[in-house]
């Protein structure tokens, strides 16, 4: 039987799965989701994509998307400033690095969490200049990185909150209230094969 819409295998808490949702809420672009437990992998997924991660689209002429970034970027056929580009790597590669050695610090050799969370702030910091600035950041590059600041800000909320960063404060609450986000965080059942 024929592939009746590109196919979507998600993981709802995961941050690079929630900004490749969020093009797709967005852009009203049809997916069949497809919502996957980690510690129990689809079949299927694994035969399309065995390095195993989410999220993954499946197109219908068989193309697999296998990063998030470029899920985005063919949903909502967004080509990239230098300016975004700039954000989306120090997201990606600074911050994320930091963040997850700060939210998981038992995962890593000699990590010291507040070390980390401290190195993280800086990204944090000039983030919150760029969103006081005129032009606020476009809608694609917020999807793009306010999933990691959300999944940073969880981790410790009273610290978080505390910090003096309002732009950054309002700017995730603005994103996590929008109607978007809330279709984005739909919950779906676990899929299998038989479905």
């Known amino acids: 039987m024929a592939q009746q819409q590109p196919i979507l295998y998600s993981f709802r808490r995961c941050p690079y799965a929630m900004r490749a949702r969020m093009s797709i809420v967005r852009t009203g672009y049809q997916v069949e989701h497809r919502e996957v437990i980690l510690r129990d992998r689809p079949e299927h997924m694994m035969e399309i994509s065995p390095k195993g991660t989410v999220p993954i689209l499946l197109l219908q002429d068989g193309t697999v998307i296998e990063e998030s970034l470029e899920i985005m970027q063919s949903v909502l056929s967004w080509e990239l400033s230098e300016v975004e580009s700039h954000w989306i790597s120090r997201n990606d590669d600074e911050f994320k690095f930091h963040l997850d050695r700060y939210k998981y610090p038992n995962r890593y050799e000699n990590v010291d969490e507040i070390e980390q969370r ?3 702030s800086g ?3 000039d983030l919150n200049t760029l969103l006081g600035q005129d032009e606020a950041i476009d809608t694609n590059l917020s999807d ?3 999933p990691f600041v959300r999944q940073f800000a969880n981790h410790d909320r009273d610290w978080f909150d505390a910090q003096d960063w ?3 404060h ?3 609450g603005e994103n996590l209230e929008s109607d978007a986000f809330k279709v984005c965080m739909k919950k779906h059942k676990q899929w299998v094969s038989s479905d």
Do not use: P
Request: charge should be neutral; proline fraction near 0%; aromatic fraction near 20%.
């Open 118 to 120: 401290i190195a993280a």
């Open 123 to 125: 990204y944090l910091h």
């Open 144 to 146: 793009a990185l306010f």
């Open 166 to 168: 309002g732009n950054v």
């Open 170 to 172: 309002s700017w995730l």
